[in-house]
């Protein structure tokens, strides 16, 4: 039995699937009143818990013999930095320890690139890159690294334990409308599109769930693995979906100092209504920082091989159906 957490995300539920095909038998743990529209039709047992309550994860584990520990808590703006703490670092913990307390013979945790260090422009991350722990960019980024640092550090403890840091995912299968999932999405309306100089490492969330997989089965106790994909400016990113979506409009873009102005004064506005902004200065300064990341180990160990991105945003597109644009 394989237990996975976060089942009900974009790639929780990709992974779910991707396991079901293998002819496995999965139980995913759901939040009570948690959406879960993603595994509707999915032949998967669904038990209660949270990763904040270790008596649930003890009932969740019960039989199982392998965890995929995907839940976790993203946020890009001012306001949640204590539920990332409780869920990114102290959820972890509970999990490892539920894990080893169970008997589990592996469990394969998911982090993030943003785990790292922010290193200067031009240097290409990989594994050996520090954790960022302390001088960390956001709340997210220092959370995702304590969370690594706890599993690891459980590896120590005698759990059987691989790490794996996915960049940024898109791809379909994104039923909760990911924040980049619905920017790319965007580009192809016929409209003109505001953007702000900068790019980033993008994988497809298939690649992901392939990769874990691979973790799972062949990645060495103890290790972190890199899984990233294509590195694309927004301008390139744009050309790909608008020459796939058979759309062309123009674009804007803004000085570097005056989105990040517009960014700052706008995140608090965005925070009065209760809607989550495409650009704070969190965000904006991942794009203009380095993002050149290396999945050379996962090529090499796990038989890591991520698509094309043109190829992904293909098939995010035709997932959605989209309209004709407007």
Request: charged share 20%; glycine share 8%.
């Amino acid at each position: 039995m394989i237990l996975v957490t976060g089942a009900t995300g974009h790639v929780g539920n990709v992974l779910v699937r991707e396991l079901l095909l293998a002819g496995e038998s999965v139980r995913t743990m759901v939040l009570p009143g948690d959406d879960c529209m993603a595994l509707e039709g999915l032949a998967v047992e669904r038990v209660g818990g949270n990763v904040l309550d270790p008596p649930s994860l003890d009932r969740a584990m019960e039989g199982v013999d392998t965890v995929y520990h995907l839940a976790g808590i993203i946020s890009i703006v001012p306001g949640a930095e204590a539920l990332m703490r409780r869920v990114n670092v102290e959820g972890v913990r509970n999990v490892a320890a539920a894990a080893q307390k169970a008997g589990v013979r592996r469990l394969v945790h998911v982090s993030s690139i943003h785990a790292f260090q922010r290193m200067p422009e031009g240097t290409v991350v990989n594994e050996t890159a520090p954790l960022a722990t302390a001088n960390a960019a956001g709340t997210y980024d220092q959370t995702k690294a304590l969370g690594t640092v706890a599993v690891l550090e459980a590896c120590q403890e005698g759990l059987d334990a691989v790490v794996a840091c996915p960049t940024a995912i898109i791809g379909p299968y994104d039923y909760r409308g990911s924040l980049l999932g619905q920017a790319l999405l965007n580009f192809a309306r016929r409209k003109l599109h505001i953007l702000v100089p900068g790019a980033y490492d993008f994988v497809d969330v298939r690649d992901v769930a392939h990769g874990l997989q691979q973790a799972c089965l062949h990645g060495r106790c103890g290790e972190v693995y890199i899984l990233s994909g294509t590195y694309a400016t927004l301008v390139e990113a744009k050309t790909l979906v608008q020459e796939t979506a058979q759309v062309r409009s123009h674009h804007l873009m803004l000085p570097w100092r005056m989105a990040m102005g517009f960014a700052a004064m706008m995140q608090h506005v965005y925070r009065w209504v209760r809607t989550t902004p495409r650009f704070t200065p969190y965000s904006l300064s991942t794009l203009r920082e380095n993002a050149l990341f290396s999945s050379a180990k996962a090529r090499e160990e796990l038989g890591f091989e991520p698509r094309p991105l043109g190829e992904t945003i293909r098939d995010l597109l035709t997932w959605r159906r989209q309209p004709v644009p407007v």
